[in-house]
């Protein structure tokens, strides 16, 4: 790191280097980083990332391409990025820099996110029951059935999303059990499912929905997995649920919220309310689903593991063959630097070999550096994470005047109602959203300004022919 501010400032009493350690101090971060850290305010300063923004954003791109990187360690180097150009060398440009979106595309995926759990948590494929796993404990014991769990789910082809959520519900009724009664709910049976239904309601205080989604796990639990057969529960408790209705923005609440997201978040807003697209649908898009000629977008194992067709807005039309042409200008460029491989599903990529580099194959919204699989390590580019969309979607409300409670989910809520305000038939609705049943979407018709979907009164039809 040089001794002195670049660009000819006047000197200060201690050289840049110490200026930064004491900073490292003042800010509390731990000792054992500092070396780090000061690794990376050296490559940032001998790269010249401190002169303006396009300065910065080239390192940061070069670092993603060059250097298989935790996304720790590309936070440590934003982090002395940032202390550099804002603390000490008070670059202007530096003010208004977005060091959070860019730390944001630099995040890794989880081990437990639906794409990487069942490759990052393999099940035992033999026979579990051969040994006696009670005998280790109750941890062991648990290990198993949890084994057996995703076993069971897997090969019933239930959706990823299901068995995180059940195997979730199924540990925290194993530890109840072993804690309040000492024995397993398999040798126990379905009576024991009652009194965690108990303790959910009276200590936990869950909603009716959540006592549904933890019973449905039970059941299964004992029914797949143990083999107890059809069961009625004793003195069975039936909530009565209270749907709340959905929050839904006005046009104008969703051109501001979307004009306040900064690139490509916005675009992937967009996407979500133009094409009624969950967060993870929308994150998860690749090139080959869009279909330009035709105007559609396809989505691929959705919620369900089911696949559907929505329309392609034609108001993004331009924005998004642009946004693909910049992408396909980026890839060539991965190509030559070796870093063009993105993650596809196992059995996928064994059954084409070639798909990782192949444009096509490419994310919409890609991470800015690759990424460790949770389980192989091997190193691939990923698509930008979920949670940081919401994170986007949060600090752009907080510049608008929306005092509604606003999620991801809302924008599709909002397609809905507002395609129904527009008298569109409530089937295409259902469709376009992919839900199994109608009555899902017809929640929706009781927030639309116009009930029953714009049906006409009878004093404004015509007389049929021959009564006057």
């Not at 648990?142 to 059940?166: C, H, Q």
């Not at 039936?238 to 997201?261: C, F, K, M, N």
């Not at 919204?365 to 919401?390: I, N, V, W």
Request: charged share 25%.
């Amino acid at each position: 790191m040089n001794t002195s501010p670049p660009g000819g400032e006047k000197q200060e009493p201690t050289s840049l280097r110490e200026r930064f350690r004491n900073r490292l101090i003042e800010l509390g971060l731990p000792p054992k980083t500092h070396p780090y850290l000061e690794n990376w305010a050296d490559s940032f300063m001998k790269a010249k990332g401190y002169l303006s923004a396009e300065n910065a954003h080239a390192y940061f791109s070069a670092l993603s391409r060059s250097a298989r990187l935790a996304d720790w360690q590309f936070d440590q180097a934003i982090q002395s990025a940032r202390i550099l150009a804002c603390d000490l060398l008070r670059r202007k440009w530096s003010e208004s820099f977005d060091w959070e979106t860019l730390s944001l595309d630099a995040k890794d995926p989880s081990p437990r996110h639906p794409d990487f759990l069942r490759e990052s948590i393999p099940v035992d494929s033999g026979d579990s029951t051969s040994a006696d796993p009670s005998k280790d404990g109750p941890e062991a014991l648990k290990s198993d059935i949890l084994n057996r769990a995703r076993k069971v789910s897997r090969l019933t082809s239930k959706a990823v999303t299901t068995e995180r959520t059940y195997c979730r519900w199924i540990a925290g009724y194993l530890d109840f059990t072993f804690r309040e009664q000492s024995h397993s709910p398999e040798d126990l049976g379905p009576d024991a499912i009652t009194p965690f239904l108990n303790y959910l309601v009276l200590a936990r205080h869950v909603s009716p929905a959540t006592q549904k989604q933890a019973l449905n796990a039970l059941v299964f639990l004992h029914r797949a997995v143990f083999q107890h057969g059809d069961f009625v529960i004793p003195t069975p408790v039936q909530p009565r649920e209270h749907r709340r209705p959905p929050t839904i923005l006005s046009h104008a609440e969703v051109r501001d919220l979307l004009g306040h997201l900064p690139k490509p978040w916005n675009l992937a807003g967009q996407l979500m309310y133009g094409a009624g697209l969950r967060v993870s649908e929308a994150m998860g898009l690749r090139i080959k689903d869009l279909d330009f000629d035709r105007h559609t977008i396809q989505i691929h194992d959705a919620k369900g593991g089911k696949h559907r067709l929505v329309p392609l807005p034609r108001t993004l039309r331009d924005a998004l063959m642009e946004h693909v042409k910049d992408l396909k200008d980026q890839h060539r460029e991965h190509l030559r630097n070796n870093c063009a491989a993105v993650h596809l599903p196992a059995a996928l990529q064994r059954k084409y070999p070639n798909a990782p580099l192949e444009f096509p194959w490419s994310f919409l919204f890609p991470a800015s550096k690759l990424c460790a699989h949770p389980q192989t390590g091997r190193f691939a580019r990923y698509h930008l994470l979920e949670d940081s969309m919401q994170r986007q979607l949060k600090k752009a409300l907080k510049k608008t005047s929306i005092t509604k409670r606003v999620t991801c989910h809302t924008l599709r809520h909002s397609f809905a109602t507002h395609l129904l305000d527009a008298n569109t038939d409530i089937r295409t609705v259902q469709d376009i959203l992919g839900h199994s049943d109608v009555s899902t979407t017809m929640i929706y018709l009781h927030l639309t300004d116009k009930k029953g979907a714009g049906a006409p009164s009878p004093l404004d039809l015509p007389p049929p022919p021959g009564q006057h």
